[in-house]
């Protein structure tokens, strides 16, 4: 898949909702704060603020490695907005996510919202690549997205803003 999308051909609309679909419902079933145990000396590695910049996403895992079992990763928001390859980032997530639900965490930064995608992109560019009712879809799951991720009880991980106003 990542390969067919560095040549800008994308997943059929029925398999990116089958996805959509199918990490929502995961996410439905949890609480908004995510327990994480990690084995000592486990390598666990934490993204943040992607921010639709692809082909730096994918140095990522070219440095740390793909995600895997043995492999976990925990993104902690801003996926989308302001780069031009929200979407191919957003595949690949669910993808990853799909294939290794305890492996991999996702959690709702301030740019998995309706407001910012509208002013800083991603609106605009699912529309473009698939349509308004994908894009309904993803805030969806953006919604569903945990707020915070502990790791063995000790260290709180969440993205640096979540709310303009207090409430």
Known sequence: IIEKMKKN???????????????????????????IDVAPK?????????HGQF???????????????TNPYLFIGDYVDRGPFSVE??????????????????????HESRNLNKVYGFENEVKAKY???V???????FRALPLAHVINKKILVLHGGLFSQDG
Not at 55 to 69: K, M, R, T
Request: charged share 20%.
């Open 131 to 133: 349509d308004a009712g």
């Open 9 to 35: 051909i994308f997943i059929h609309k029925k398999y990116l909702l089958q996805l959509l679909y199918s990490v929502l419902l995961n996410y439905s079933k949890e609480p908004s704060l995510i327990e």
């Open 135 to 141: 894009y309904e879809c993803f805030l969806e799951l």
């Open 89 to 110: 980032v957003m595949i690949t997530l669910l993808c990853f996510k799909v294939l290794y639900p305890k492996h991999i965490y996702l959690s709702r930064g301030n």
């Open 55 to 69: 082909y730096d996403f994918l140095h990522i895992f070219e440095i740390n490695g793909y995600p895997s079992e």
């Open 42 to 50: 486990q390598k666990f590695t934490i993204v943040g603020d992607i």
